[in-house]
C-alpha cells in the first residue's frame, strides 16, 4: 500500500510537546507544582489517514488533541499543521487558521447549545469565519444536515429532543461546516449504545474518503480504534510509549503496556476468551503531578529491570514506521518478528 | 430446568411502569427469568432496555412513585419479594441479596470511613459486636485485594482509587454472605486494565463463595468472559436467552444477531465494513402490541407488526422471542 516513491505528505506534525497545568495551594494560591498531563509528545499525521490516540483515563488523550489545536497555550515544543507552525502564536493569528482545523467532543450533550435549533448550531462557525448571506447558509447547513444524514425537516429542532447517536451528528455536521482537512475526534462513540456506535464510526469513515479529511481519532476502545486507524499511538501518563501502523501493533505489541492493555480488552467470543493469557497489572497508575523516576511505566511493569527505575527510555524507531519507548528495545534496529510479519512489512514497503 | 437445581431466584411476568408528567413508560413488560446456586447470569441490552429497572424492582429499590410494579412474582427460595413490607425487603438487602452499583461513589458516603460503612450492616444485620465486624470488615477488604486492609479501613472513599472504591463495593456486597449478588455495570466507568483485575477477582471469588450472581453489562466481551447463562433484553422484554456459548455461536433473535457483528474486536480477523443496526430503541409509552424491534430488523415478517413474539424453548436452555428462523429465512414453525 505504502507508496515508496511519494512518501506520504505530513498534515500534521507534533514534536515534543509538553502540556503541564500549574497546581495553586494555600491563601496565596501559590504554584506548588505541575500536572504534568502531556509531557514531550512527538508524532506526525499524514493526510487522508486516521490516527488512532489510546490510553486509560487520565493518560493525557484530550490534552494532547486540545493542544495540538492549540485550544491551550503550550507549555512546550513544535506543532506544525500543514506546513505552518502555530505552537507558540497568539490567539488571534490562530483565528484564520482554524477553520481548517475542527474538534468533535465526547459528550454531544455538554458541547451542544441546547437554546440553540440545531440550524444555529450547525451555521455558528459560518457566521464567524464566512460572509454567506442568510439563504447560502441556510443552503450549506442543508448540505451538512444531508451529509451527515439529518433528515433537513429537523433544522428547526433542539438538541434535546434528538438521540445520543443524532447528537453526535450534529456535531460533526458543525465541524464539518467549514470544510476543514483535519479534525480532532475526542472519543466521538464513548456515550453512545452499541448499536449506535458503528452508525457514527461508519459515517465518519465515509466522510473521510468523500472529503479527504484526516483525523486524529481518541478513544480508550481499542477494538474501535483497531476498526478505524490506519496508525496508532500509546499514551501512558503523558507519553505516548509506542506508535505503529494498526496490524504491527495489534498483532506483534513491543512496548509491555501495549501488551498488557491489548490482553486486558475482552473478547466478545467465549472460546477466544478462554485462550487469551492476560497480563493483569498491578496497582494504579501514578499521579502525573509527581511521575515515577525512570521510565513512567516502572511500577507497574511485569518487564521491570533495575535501568528502568533511574533512565527514561527513548521514544526510537527500532523498524520503518515503528516506534517505542522501552529498554527492552535498547539498541533493538528490527524487532524480532514472526518470519510472516516480517515478510508483510518488505511486501508493504515495495 | 435441565440440570434440576431448584433455582434461588425465580422471577415471573414482571411488570413495571412509570408514571411521569408526559405519560406511562412501561419500562419492564411481562420479563420471566431464574437464577440457579452459584451461577453467574449475565444480562445484556442497550441502553434504557430495563436491565436495571428489572434488578431494582425485585428488591424495592425504585422511587414510589413514580415507579409502580403492576405484576408479577419474585422468588427468593420460595417467598416472594414483590408481596413483602419495606421492612421485610431491607432485611433481604443487608442479608440475603447483595447489590453493586456502577458508580461507586453513589453508594459509598463520603463523609463516613469505609471501615464504618462496612461494619455497619454486619452490626445490624449479622448481630456482631463493634470488634467481630471490625475484623471481619478487614478480612473482606482482603479478600476482595486490597492490601493493608486493617488501617485502610479508617481510609475515606476519596482516598482510594477508582478501582479500589469498586474493591469497596464488593467487599459491602459481599459483607453478610448473600445467597444472589446483583452488580449492575460494575466495570463500565473502569479502564480496561482494572476492568480485568476485577474480572479476575469476581472469577475467583465465585469458586470461593459459590455465590449465584446476577451481571448486568453492555459489553458482550465481558458477558463472555464471565457469564454461564445471557439474557438479552430489548425494550423491556427478554428477546433471547442462552447459555453463554450457544449464544454466541448460534444466536437466533435478529437483534443479539446485529449486535454481535457491531461490535469490532481486538484480536482474529479485523471487519472492513462495521454492520449497522439503524434506527433507534423505542420508549414504551404502552406494553407493545407488535415485536418491539421490528422497525430495525432486517427479517421483519407481516406477522410481527400483528402481534408481540413470545419466548419459545428451542431446547438446551436456549428460548427466544421472535417469529424468524434464521436456519430457513422464513416463519418458525413451532
Ligand atoms: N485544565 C486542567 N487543569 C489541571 N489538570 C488538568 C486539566 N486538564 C486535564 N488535567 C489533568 O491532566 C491529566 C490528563 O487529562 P486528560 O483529560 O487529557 O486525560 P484523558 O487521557 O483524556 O482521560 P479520559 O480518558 O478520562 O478522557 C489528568 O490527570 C487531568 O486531571
Ligand atoms: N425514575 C424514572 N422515571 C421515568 N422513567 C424511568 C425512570 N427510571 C428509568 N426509567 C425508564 O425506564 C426504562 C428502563 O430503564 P433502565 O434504567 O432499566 O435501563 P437500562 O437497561 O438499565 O439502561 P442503561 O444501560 O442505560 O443503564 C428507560 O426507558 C428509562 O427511561
Ligand atoms: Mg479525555
Ligand atoms: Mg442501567
Known amino acids: ?350 | 430446568m435441565p440440570d434440576g437445581a431448584m433455582p434461588v431466584l425465580d422471577v415471573r411476568n414482571l411488570r413495571t411502569v412509570f408514571r411521569t408528567r408526559s405519560g406511562e413508560v412501561h419500562a419492564v413488560n411481562d420479563v420471566s427469568f431464574d437464577l440457579r446456586p452459584g451461577e453467574l447470569l449475565g444480562v445484556v441490552g442497550e441502553s434504557g432496555s430495563g436491565k436495571s429497572v428489572t434488578m431494582m424492582s425485585l428488591i424495592g429499590l425504585l422511587p414510589s412513585p413514580p415507579a409502580e410494579v403492576r405484576s408479577g412474582q419474585a422468588l427468593l427460595d420460595g417467598r416472594d419479594l414483590l408481596g413483602m413490607t419495606p421492612e421485610e425487603l431491607r432485611k433481604v438487602r443487608g442479608a440475603r441479596v447483595g447489590f453493586i452499583f456502577q458508580d461507586p461513589m453513589t453508594s459509598l458516603n463520603p463523609v463516613f470511613t469505609v471501615g464504618f460503612q462496612l461494619t455497619e450492616p454486619l452490626r445490624t444485620h449479622m448481630g456482631m459486636t463493634r470488634p467481630e465486624a471490625r475484623r471481619r470488615a478487614a478480612e473482606l477488604l482482603e479478600l476482595v485485594g486490597i492490601s493493608d486492609a486493617e488501617r485502610r479501613l479508617d481510609d475515606y472513599p476519596h482516598q482510594f482509587s477508582g478501582g479500589m472504591r469498586q474493591r469497596v463495593m464488593i467487599a459491602m456486597a459481599l459483607a453478610c454472605d448473600p445467597e444472589v449478588l446483583i452488580a449492575d455495570e460494575p466495570t463500565t466507568a473502569l479502564d480496561v486494565t482494572i476492568q480485568a483485575q476485577i474480572l479476575e477477582l469476581v472469577k475467583e471469588l465465585r469458586h470461593k463463595l459459590g455465590m449465584a450472581i446476577v451481571w448486568i453489562t453492555h459489553d458482550l466481551g465481558v458477558i463472555a468472559g464471565i457469564a454461564d447463562r445471557v439474557m438479552v433484553m430489548y425494550a423491556g422484554q427478554v428477546v433471547e436467552q442462552a447459555p453463554v456459548k450457544e449464544l454466541f455461536t448460534n444466536p437466533q433473535h435478529p437483534y443479539t444477531r446485529a449486535l454481535l457483528q457491531t461490535v469490532p474486536s481486538v484480536r482474529g480477523r479485523r471487519v472492513e465494513k462495521l454492520r449497522v443496526i439503524r434506527g433507534q430503541p423505542p420508549v414504551l409509552g404502552a406494553p407493545p402490541a407488535a415485536c418491539p424491534f421490528r422497525p430495525r430488523c432486517d427479517h421483519a415478517l407481516a406477522r410481527c407488526a400483528r402481534e408481540n413474539p413470545q419466548r419459545i424453548a428451542l431446547g438446551s436452555g436456549h428460548d427466544v422471542a421472535c417469529f424468524w428462523d434464521p436456519a430457513t429465512g422464513e416463519e418458525r414453525h413451532a
Do not use: W
Request: with cysteine; proline share 8%.
Open chain 1, 1 to 350: 500500500m505504502l507508496d515508496a516513491a511519494a512518501p506520504p505528505k505530513k498534515i500534521v506534525e507534533v514534536r515534543d510537546l509538553k502540556m503541564h497545568f500549574p497546581i495553586h495551594a494555600g491563601v496565596f494560591r501559590r504554584r506548588v507544582g505541575e500536572v504534568k498531563a502531556v509531557d514531550g509528545v512527538s508524532f506526525d499525521i499524514h493526510e487522508g489517514e486516521t490516527l488512532g490516540l489510546v490510553g486509560e483515563s487520565g493518560c493525557g488523550k484530550s490534552t494532547c488533541g486540545r493542544a495540538i489545536l492549540r485550544l491551550y497555550d503550550i507549555t512546550e515544543g513544535s506543532v506544525v499543521i500543514d506546513g505552518r507552525e502555530i505552537g507558540h502564536i497568539p490567539q488571534k493569528e490562530l483565528r484564520p487558521l482554524r477553520p481548517r482545523m475542527q474538534m468533535v467532543f465526547q459528550d454531544p450533550q455538554a458541547s451542544l447549545d441546547p437554546r440553540m435549533t440545531v440550524a444555529a448550531i450547525i451555521g455558528e462557525p459560518l457566521v464567524e469565519h464566512t460572509g454567506l448571506s442568510r439563504d447560502a447558509r441556510l443552503e450549506r447547513i442543508y448540505e451538512l444536515m444531508d451529509a451527515v444524514g439529518l433528515n433537513r425537516n429537523f433544522a428547526n429542532r433542539y438538541p434535546h429532543e434528538f438521540s445520543g447517536g443524532q447528537r453526535q451528528r450534529i456535531g460533526i455536521a458543525r465541524a464539518l461546516a467549514l470544510n476543514p482537512k483535519f479534525i480532532v475526534c475526542d472519543e466521538p462513540i464513548a456515550a453512545l449504545d452499541v448499536s449506535i456506535q458503528a452508525q457514527v464510526v461508519n459515517l465518519l469513515e465515509d466522510l473521510q474518503k468523500r472529503l479527504g479529511l484526516t483525523y486524529l481519532f481518541i478513544s480508550h476502545d481499542l477494538s474501535m480504534v483497531r476498526h478505524i486507524a490506519s496508525r496508532v499511538a500509546v499514551m501512558y501518563l503523558g507519553k505516548v510509549v509506542e506508535l505503529a501502523p494498526r496490524d504491527d501493533l495489534y498483532e506483534t505489541p513491543l512496548h509491555p503496556y501495549t501488551q498488557a492493555l491489548l490482553s486486558a480488552v475482552p473478547d466478545p467470543d467465549p472460546a477466544s476468551a478462554e485462550k487469551v493469557k492476560r497480563i493483569i497489572l498491578q496497582g494504579d497508575v501514578p499521579s502525573p503531578a509527581n511521575p515515577p523516576k525512570g521510565c513512567n511505566f516502572c511500577t507497574r511493569c511485569p518487564r521491570v529491570m533495575p535501568v528502568c527505575h533511574h533512565e527514561e527510555p527513548a521514544f526510537t524507531e527500532v523498524a520503518p514506521g515503528r516506534f517505542v519507548a522501552c529498554h527492552l528495545h535498547d539498541g533493538t534496529k528490527i524487532p524480532e518478528a514472526p518470519a510472516a510479519a516480517a515478510a508483510d512489512q518488505q511486501g508493504d514497503a515495495t
